[in-house]
């Protein structure tokens, strides 16, 4: 009996030692001055893109179907440049949901030639006005940019593949 006491004693005071070492810390924050690894700088000047960026220069950044049957698979060639000054890189395509389907070529685009998004769109299950955003991240100023392609939707009868 009198061996358990005495490590409950050790045992409390290992405890005390351990919270009274946490509050050491919290009391010197509380101190008002940051440590080292908190200090952030902060500039007051914006951030530019930088040297040597690629940039996109689409032929159109939006395309419409039209009217087209319930069913239908359409897709359009997105055509663009790289009007920067850097091998341009599309890293990600996405889209709002799996009927809006990208194709891309993964290689890096030398400034001045051109490539193509193909965006290929099943109708089936959809109904009405659609217009889907195309989300195109690659190493451009500000990381990301846009295409849309949109189309209505006739629920009466079911057609064939359509390419446009």
């Known amino acids: 009996m009198k061996s358990k006491l005495i490590s409950l004693i050790i045992a409390q005071i290992f405890v005390f ?40 220069k689409f032929e159109e950044t939006e395309f419409d179907f039209g009217k087209i049957n319930k069913g239908d698979v359409v897709k359009h060639a997105f055509k663009f440049e790289n009007t920067g000054e850097a091998p341009l890189i599309i ?15 993964k290689d890096p685009i030398a400034p001045g030639k051109t490539g193509e998004i193909l965006v ?34 006739n629920e009466e009868i079911e057609g064939p593949f359509k390419e446009q």
């Open 17 to 56: 030692g351990l919270l009274s070492c946490n509050n050491q810390k919290s009391s010197e924050k509380a101190s008002g001055e940051p440590s080292k690894s908190e200090v952030v700088p902060v500039s007051s000047e914006k951030a530019e893109a930088p040297v040597g960026t690629s940039a996109f």
């Open 91 to 105: 890293s990600n395509i996405q889209t709002t949901c799996g009927c809006t389907t990208p194709k891309y070529t």
């Open 120 to 153: 290929q769109f099943n109708s089936a299950g959809k109904s009405g006005v659609i217009n889907k955003p195309v989300t195109i991240h690659a190493n451009i100023e500000g990381g990301q940019t846009v295409i849309n392609i949109k189309c209505v939707i």
